[in-house]
């Protein structure tokens, strides 16, 4: 069964500080993981997948298979960044079928930066 | 960028009644729709997929009988909560799969809350 785990429900620093939102997987195989971001009032978006290997907003996560991690990470956190983020996890996209590409999601992590 | 939009943002109904909630991608097809369940201050539970012209699968658990969903066409997908009770009060969010290339993306809509009086 594939499971994904956010160990922090919480998170708070300041404005600068470096930050690093946890996440841990379980799948037997080669899955996709993600990072989706929830701002006040707002829908849940992409922030990044790590088959991109992008930086967006100053954020990176590292896909680690051997500790089955792919933590979130940003050098200096801003205000802006306060917001609700979920990690999930799909079978690779070239999976094929109808239903490939469902998520599932970790409890979510609460980051607060305070000025 | 594409945009998925949900109808109605937020409903009351009577226990016993049925309510039908819409999901809509609006500038591109998807044949592939999600529907999640959240509850307050939990994560996203996927209930089904939504299939265009095919029927849905559900997750373990989730009752076809009391959810029930179609994907008429290329850009809506329903889900009727059918003779809906107080422990159906929730907020359900719909995501629609988009097609990039060699993968795909998915794009939430902005989720409806259903509260069953």
């Known amino acids: 069964a594939q499971r994904v785990t956010q160990p922090e429900k919480l998170l708070s620093v300041f404005k600068g500080a470096p930050v690093e939102l946890k996440c841990n997987y379980s799948y037997s195989g080669s899955p996709e993981l993600f990072w989706y971001v929830q701002y006040s009032r707002q829908r849940l978006q992409l922030l990044l997948r790590h088959i991109s290997r992008e930086s967006i907003k100053g954020f990176t996560a590292d896909l680690n298979k051997g500790e089955t991690s792919f933590h979130l990470k940003k050098p200096f956190a801003q205000e802006e960044d306060s917001a609700m983020y979920y990690c999930a996890l799909s079978g690779p996209s070239n999976a094929g079928g109808t239903s490939y590409g469902k998520l599932t999601f970790g409890q979510g992590t609460i980051l607060t930066v305070h000025p | 960028g594409a945009v998925v939009s949900q109808h109605p943002s937020r409903v009351i109904c009577k226990s016993g009644t049925s309510v039908k909630i819409e999901c809509r991608s609006l500038?591109?097809?998807?044949?592939?729709m999600f529907w999640y369940r959240q509850f307050p201050k939990q994560s996203l539970m996927l209930m089904a997929t939504s299939n265009e012209g095919s029927k849905a699968t559900y997750e373990q658990g989730v009752e076809k009988d009391k959810f029930l969903i179609n994907h008429a066409s290329l850009t809506l997908s329903t889900l009727t909560v059918t003779s809906a009770h107080p422990e159906d009060s929730s907020f359900y969010i719909c995501s629609a799969r988009a097609e990039r290339g060699w993968t795909y993306e998915q794009y939430f809509g902005p989720g409806t809350r259903l509260t069953v009086t």
């Open positions: 500038d591109f097809q998807a044949t592939t």
